[in-house]
């Protein structure tokens, strides 16, 4: 019924930049909190940054100050601004976002298939 795909991952040097972008599509009826995630290998799932519908940010301690989560409720997209990268944001990055379909009263979660970002040092 949702889908979410990212898009904007690749390999770039240390300190270079990359813009991710997820785009939600299906029976949508509206979107409320968004955010980006990451898993590198060996390691769990964790958050790197959040949107709320009424764009209040949250991000964790390691890419504050660097990335900037954003979003464009008009085109149902999140996106994450990537600067000033490092080897350690090597992970493949995953989009997430609480969506309420036109057929249910609730929100679920959904998760997009991954992009992976390489940070080559």
């Known amino acids: 019924q949702v889908q979410l795909v990212e898009s904007g991952g690749g390999l770039v040097q240390a300190g270079g930049s990359l813009r991710l972008s997820c785009a939600a599509s299906?029976?949508?009826?509206?979107?409320?909190?968004m955010g980006w995630y990451r898993q590198a290998p060996g390691n769990q799932r964790e958050m790197v940054a959040q949107?709320?519908?009424?764009?209040?940010?949250n991000y964790s301690g390691s890419v504050k100050g660097r990335f900037t989560i954003s979003r464009d409720n008009a085109k149902n997209t999140v996106y994450l601004q990537m600067n000033s990268l490092t080897p350690e944001d090597t992970a493949v990055y995953y989009c997430?976002?609480?969506?309420?379909?036109?057929?249910?009263?609730?929100?679920?979660?959904?998760w997009g298939q991954g992009t992976q970002v390489t940070v080559s040092s």
């Open positions: 949107i709320t519908s009424t764009d209040s940010t």
């Open positions: 997430n976002a609480g969506v309420r379909t036109r057929y249910r009263s609730t929100y679920s979660n959904y």
């Open positions: 299906g029976s949508i009826f509206s979107i409320g909190d």
